[in-house]
């Protein structure tokens, strides 16, 4: 179903601010979370937000026009594959970019998706794309610019990942020539990984006010409050801890979302407990660990259930570890509350164990970051564990009736075709004991900014460069990679269910 457009006008509350999610993101299962928690945060606060999810609107206008992938899985790894791989297609092909020369492109990698391009071309295709009548200009009219009666004071835009640069630049400079009193902030975790490469170059910021990295839901709300009481904007201050659990959701938002697959997300701690893999990001995007509130998780999914009667829920948490599945798993049995949930971790011995508890605690997925089965590769990752070890954790997890979701990266410094089509079979052998249980994310590795491979390459990787706005360098990857790519796909698009 998707929601009519809603007209703020003078007669409802005073909108405050409009938050935007850009297409394309990779799911069409949950809502994000961050534009749900700074509208709860200024909720308590008194102020009005309005979230304007652009990514689900996207996706909706391209539903029906292809058969589903069957999958057990709950939250992202649940999303119909093929359905949101064609609206990010098609949000990319109305981009122009197809035609422009890329920067510093990945082998194997798409330009558009990881957004490899130099700040002048961006520049000129976004020009292009709100300076005549064209796809941006009349969807956005459409979806965003005729809901409102007046210029909001303060417009938002979430960006998480590279695939939304080119949306959220054309809302950016198309917002001020609508809007032109709107005041514009950039917020979301590829700000935050960006955030010194923007302070410096002001190019990034043409048609961008204000930019917050980190989690800022309470400097944005300050903000907003100020602007509400004095027309003008405090120097930004720290967020005040515990953070908030409880999202906050619009009917209209909701509305977008097929109701038998939604999930609800959540978030109960920032940081994670691992922080050693050389790959990952995290450490830079939340670098500090905060503590996991058990009562007040169990009090989250509790009101929320209550508020909007949905009973999925999709755990945000980089890495949820044994200590807190034990206290949450507990703690959801004692309280007899009937949901099903889904999270990440890492394998532990200890995991196989605690699956029956978890799956009779409605435990429905887990995401298991396994990232490789080969020596080699796990020592250049950081991240160990035993094959067999890997094996018993998969097979107990999908015994207790929980979709397993394995993350495996190929194609690392290193290693040959013949090591990545042995993982690849691996893979395959190990979901045939179990097909309606075991699922995948494969991916070629990823040289990105802020990770301790680019800090520190291992002997022998040579990192060319990296676009602007892109996540991921240019490097000296084993040339077989971009073939192989495509047995990658083949293998995630198989069919997974009962």
Partial sequence: MIASPALYRSGDLPVDAVLIIPPPSPSDTNPPLGPAIIDQVATRAGINTVTIDLNAINIAR???MLMRRATNALGDHGKDRRLVAHAARSTFEATGLADAEP?????????????????DTLDAYVGRAINTSTFWTEWLEAELYSRFSGEPPVLGVSLMGPAQVFAALVVFKLTKQRWPTTLTVLGGSHATLLSREIAKDPRYRSDIDFVLPGHTEDEFVDMLARLREIGDVPAPGRSKPPFEYLPRFSREQLLLYDP????????????????????????????????????????????????????????????FTGPMMDALADSLLANAAQIEWSMTTK??????????????????????????????????????????????????????????IVNLIFGAPGET??????????????????????????????????????????????????????????????????????????????????
């Fill in 417 to 498: 075709i013949q090591d990545a089509q042995r993982q690849l079979d691996w893979f395959i052998a190990l979901r045939s004991q179990a097909p309606s249980r075991i699922d995948c994310s494969l991916n070629l590795l990823e040289i990105v900014r802020g990770s301790p491979l680019e800090i520190s390459p291992p002997a022998g990787t040579q990192l060319q460069g990296i676009a602007p706005w892109a996540y991921s360098y240019q490097w000296n990857a084993p040339p077989w990679r971009r073939e192989f790519a495509q047995n990658l796909q083949a293998v995630q698009l198989l069919e997974v269910g009962d």
């Fill in 347 to 404: 394998v532990t011995t200890s995991l196989a164990h605690r699956a029956s508890k978890l799956g009779q605690a409605g435990l429905k997925t887990v995401e298991l970051g396994v990232e490789s089965i080969h020596r080699h590769t796990q020592a250049l990752f950081d991240k160990r564990a035993d094959r067999a070890i890997i094996e018993n954790v998969i097979l107990a997890l999908a015994e207790a009736n929980i979709t397993v």
């Fill in 260 to 319: 038998s697959k939604i999930t609800l997300p959540l978030q109960f701690t920032r940081g994670c407990a691992y922080a050693r893999c050389t790959f990952c990001t995290y450490p830079v995007v939340e670098p500090i660990l905060t503590p996991f509130d058990v009562d007040g998780a169990t009090a989250a999914i509790t009101k929320l259930v209550e508020q909007y009667g949905i009973r999925r829920f999709s755990i945000k948490d980089s890495l």
């Fill in 103 to 119: 920067m510093y492109l990945p082998d194997g990698a798409d330009a558009i998706a990881g957004m490899h391009f130099a700040l």
């Fill in 62 to 64: 391209h539903k029906n």
